[in-house]
């Protein structure tokens, strides 16, 4: 029973200044707690400094993001070392750091794939190729960026569905961008018969896809003959218009009947395959 009670009295005095050193402590735990709450309120204006930064320079949307995701991790990172060492006055920078490199290693095996998403997600917002807004295609991915964060990229297809693409897919593997340019070259295959005028009939299809107004007049239309195929001599026709997949659907719809309309009023046929079905014995008709 003696030690019993000696235990407990040893217990009772050790809770007792545990209490009072957080008494005492209330007015730093009051002070660090209004430095977290400033610290809030700061890192939530982070768009409108990295704004007042960045001021009347024209800046890529993306880009903006990373600028104002680093400034609001540095407004929290010094605003929990501020109210870390109020609480903590022996804490400093230095015993921070050591601390934080003894799990280095293991949280940087538990986070790759976290962290190598956001490590690509930062190198693609800074650097200029894919903005939000362009038409890509990646791994089988396609459609409209809509946007860049530091995890992760949402691209929206042209059928309205969203795919959520991780970064690192974006940075280690070939990207192609429909829009980095607004101009684009579009071409069709239209064949026509061998018994033909070739240079009369590459005349009549340019002349009509020249009369188009989807397409860019400024840099020309191509007609090549490319093929000798098996019931029809094939053009290829080629224009520039608008990069967006929906200036190919148009300019080419539009082509595609101005070639159709002009190639049946010079009376320029435009070949099907024939099938002729030949036969070992006569096949017997009956007559009625």
Known sequence: MGMDGGFLTILTDQI????????????????????????????KGGRKIAQKLIGSTEVRPSLLTLIETVITVLIWILGLFIAATIILPGLTAGSILAGLGIGAVAIGFAFQDIF??????????????????????????????????????????????????????????????????????????????????????????????????????????????????????????????GSKPRDRHESTDQVVRAVKAALDTAGIEIPFPYVTHTFKEPVPLESR
């Open 16 to 43: 007792g200044d545990m209490g009072e050193q957080l008494v005492r402590m209330l007015p730093q735990f009051a002070i660090a707690l209004v430095v977290i709450v400033i610290t809030w309120l700061l890192a």
């Open 116 to 241: 190598e998403n956001f490590l690509a997600g930062v190198l693609i917002m800074v650097r200029e190729k894919m903005r939000i807004g362009d038409v890509i295609e990646c791994e089988g991915i396609s459609g409209k960026v809509e946007q860049i964060t530091m995890r992760e990229t949402y691209v929206r297809k042209l059928s309205n569905e969203v795919t959520i693409v991780p970064n690192s897919i974006l940075f280690k593997n070939p990207v192609e961008i429909f829009t980095d340019d607004p101009g684009r070259r579009h071409e069709v295959v239209c064949g026509v018969a061998y018994d033909v005028d070739l240079d009369a009939a590459a005349k009549v299809i340019e002349d009509a896809v020249k009369g188009c107004d989807k397409i860019d007049q400024s840099k020309g239309v191509d007609v090549f003959a490319c093929e000798f195929n098996s019931s029809s001599v094939d053009f290829r026709i080629r224009w520039w218009s």
